[in-house]
């Protein structure tokens, strides 16, 4: 069960649009749509963004998207606002055993 | 409103046991698959363990089978983890996380606000 890889930081000004990548193999990101994001702020517990490649939760702002390309996923934020400030992990199924979950290393974004 | 309160935590020496517990309410807790993550301090999250609704699907993390037991009492509203021969690299805050379904689901739309395994001699 190794971890995807995602960078280790992104930054963006207000108003500019980030990516951050997540790459996986076949036999988690590339070979199901059970890739999901969650932002997390310092001393917090991760809050859902995505779930399944590109859906939102409810109340989860439309700046967040997610896409999956191959055996890489990517979430992108819109018009970055300061509050986006925050660490960014995805994570997905992994076929390598019953019911497993791999999570990416985590990106930090910061909002200069 | 969904909460997820977990408790157990504490200061283990290296080879001991223990045993967290998540008290879940807001949601009918016996129609929902659960799991355990943990993030050891500074570092990224980590999966650590699945049960489904009806605990006929149970998966672990590597670093951890063999070692943790996961298990829930739905006419507690409860889950559980035990934790036995800890090694100082379980130290880590251990969440307790929600999906969406009762099965086939790997992602979690709740979270609770953790309980920190500290293990040290």
């Known amino acids: 069960q190794s971890a995807l890889t995602q960078p280790a930081s992104v930054s963006g000004s207000p108003g500019q649009s980030i990516t951050i990548s997540c790459t996986g193999t076949?036999?988690?990101?590339?070979?199901?749509?059970?890739v999901s994001w969650y932002q997390q702020h310092p001393g917090k517990a991760p809050k859902l963004m995505i779930y399944?490649?590109?859906n939102r939760p409810s109340g989860v702002s439309n700046r967040f998207s997610g896409s999956k390309s191959g055996n890489t996923a990517s979430l992108t934020i819109s018009g970055l606002q300061a509050e986006d400030e925050a660490d960014y992990y995805c994570?997905?199924?992994?076929?390598?055993?019953?019911?497993?979950?791999?999570f990416g290393g985590g990106t930090k974004l910061t909002v200069l | 409103e969904v909460q997820l309160v977990e408790s157990g935590g504490g200061l283990v020496q290296p080879g001991r046991s223990l045993r967290l517990s998540c008290a879940a309410s807001?949601?009918?807790?016996?129609?929902?698959?659960m799991h355990w993550v943990r993030q050891a301090p500074g570092k990224g999250l980590e999966w650590v363990s699945g049960?489904?609704?009806?605990?006929?699907?149970?998966g672990y993390a590597d670093s951890v089978k063999g070692r943790f037991t996961i298990s829930r009492d739905n006419a507690k509203n409860s889950l559980y983890l035990q934790m036995n021969s800890l090694r100082a690299e379980d130290t880590a805050l251990y969440y307790c996380?929600?999906?969406?379904?009762?099965?086939?689901?790997?992602?979690?739309?709740?979270w609770g606000q953790g309980t920190l395994v500290t293990v040290s001699s």
């Open positions: 049960i489904s609704w009806n605990s006929g699907s149970i």
């Open positions: 399944e490649v590109s």
């Open positions: 807001g949601f009918t807790f016996d129609d929902y698959a």
């Open positions: 076949s036999s988690d990101v590339g070979g199901y749509n059970y």
């Open positions: 994570s997905s199924y992994t076929s390598s055993s019953t019911l497993t979950v791999v």
């Open positions: 996380a929600k999906a969406p379904y009762g099965s086939g689901s790997y992602f979690f739309d709740y």
